[in-house]
């Protein structure tokens, strides 16, 4: 198994910027993918980045492409999201995941541990 902690998340100001942090454990050598997933209140879970473990290639959702990116560190088991430009709109709570098998990227189905979550909430 994986276990994933998320960190990082606050309260920021339109046009700001935060970083997350995702820190994995575990069978973290059986890890094919990590990504993030934001669920803002009222809406269903939808996906914002991800990027291949080995590879490094990475994928956005349209509506962050320019705004967010997501990196990984290896040797920390760790996978970043550098978020630039945030608006009232990126509030949510925000969901890291791992994939351990090869499948969809993009949807919640090629994922298979998911961390907590947290929050982010932009003023406008």
């Known amino acids: 198994q994986v276990q994933l902690v998320e960190s990082g998340g606050g309260l920021v100001q339109a046009g700001g910027s935060l970083r997350l942090s995702c820190a994995a454990s575990?069978?973290?050598?059986?890890?094919?993918?990590m990504g993030w997933f934001r669920q803002a209140p009222g809406k269903e879970r939808e996906f914002v980045a991800a990027i291949s473990w080995n590879s490094g290639n990475t994928y956005y959702a349209d509506s962050v492409k320019g705004r967010f990116t997501i990196s990984r560190d290896n040797a920390k088991n760790t996978v970043y999201l550098r978020m630039n430009s945030l608006k009232p709109d990126d509030t949510a709570v925000y969901y890291c995941a791992s994939g351990v098998v090869g499948g969809s990227r993009v949807t919640e189905q090629g994922y298979d541990y998911w961390g907590k979550g947290t929050q982010v909430t932009v003023s406008s």
């Open positions: 575990g069978r973290t050598d059986s890890i094919y993918v």
